[in-house]
């Protein structure tokens, strides 16, 4: 559960999860919300073109509103679209998978961190280091778009709070001239 969970707000305990908790409260405040409704207008948009394409066809529904909100959790946690992140959420959902199959297994605490026993701990290793590859990929080329000044920065996701976390301050005081 852990690694799909990672070491975000609703695993962490203490001065962690605080911290964590306080990012987040900042990122969805009132305010920043309000912000959000373009792209959360977007995503409706693009859902509703996708409908107009099915003419006089049967729309499965559930799937069309999991797409729904795999849309505006890309646009409003990372600036992109979910066809643009949808390896992310392809990879998160074999996660769980692997997760719910494996919920009820026993192993042995000690021998299960240094020997990879089954063929599903060493999948969800891999795909605990690609998830985090791709997040990593995102955080850099957002980085690199806001140093050399073609994020505007009138689109200020929870993204772009975690990023200014991070850097050290020299690199947060450049970041911080640029938006």
């Excluded at 003419?55 to 849309?71: A, Q, R």
């Excluded at 042995?108 to 240094?114: C, H, L, S």
């Amino acid at each position: 559960m852990k690694k799909l969970l990672g070491g975000g707000s609703v695993a962490s305990k203490g001065e962690k999860r605080f911290k964590l908790q306080k990012i987040s409260n900042h990122a969805f405040h009132a305010g920043c919300l309000k912000n959000m409704i373009p792209a959360f207008i977007a995503s409706v948009e693009v859902m509703l073109e996708r409908w107009r394409q099915h003419d006089g066809k049967e729309i499965e529904l559930s799937h069309e509103f999991k797409i729904l909100t795999s849309e505006m959790i890309s646009r409003t946690a990372f600036g992109s679209s979910y066809l643009e992140g949808q390896h992310i959420f392809d990879m998160l959902e074999t996660m769980v998978d692997i997760v719910v199959r494996n919920n009820f297994k026993m192993t042995i605490p000690v021998i299960g961190k240094f020997v990879k026993l089954s063929a599903d701990d060493i999948e969800s290793d891999k795909l605990q280091q690609d998830i985090s590859n791709c997040f990593l990929n995102m955080i850099n080329s957002r980085e690199k778009a806001a140093m050399e000044g073609k994020w505007d920065g009138l689109e200020v996701i929870f993204l772009d709070y975690c990023c200014r976390l991070v850097m050290t301050p020299i690199r947060q005081k450049e970041y911080l001239l640029k938006t």
